[in-house]
């Protein structure tokens, strides 16, 4: 098993930044992709970035250019940094890890980000 607990949501004013850390814990040798998802009220959980073992990254085309996705493996730790921040990135962000053996998702239990205009 693999948990991860996320940290550094909160609320910052339109063209602010934030910095999320998800630290991992368990069987942390089984995840390769780990990432970020969130969901704004009303609607579905979506993509922000992910990045591999390798720190291969995607990111959703709405924040690209404007948030950061890195990770520190001898912390078992993924981070998004959030720059110029839109009242529409309001939502509950989700750590995201991948066990590609066991097909298995993992995820944390959000933290929520409000960005005010």
């Known amino acids: 098993q693999v948990q991860l607990v996320e940290s550094g949501g909160g609320l910052v004013q339109a063209g602010g930044s934030l910095r999320l850390s998800c630290a991992a814990s368990?069987?942390?040798?089984?995840?390769?992709?780990m990432g970020w998802y969130r969901q704004a009220p009303g609607k579905q959980r979506e993509l922000v970035a992910t990045?591999?073992?390798?720190?291969?990254?995607n990111y959703a085309d709405s924040v690209k250019g404007r948030f950061t996705i890195s990770r520190d493996n001898t912390k078992n730790t993924v981070y998004l940094q959030m720059n110029s921040l839109k009242p529409e990135d309001t939502a509950v962000y989700y750590c995201y890890g991948f066990d590609p053996l066991r097909r298995t998702d993992y995820w944390g239990q959000g933290t929520q980000v409000t960005v005010s205009s």
């Open positions: 368990g069987s942390t040798w089984r995840v390769n992709t």
């Open positions: 990045i591999n073992s390798g720190g291969n990254t």
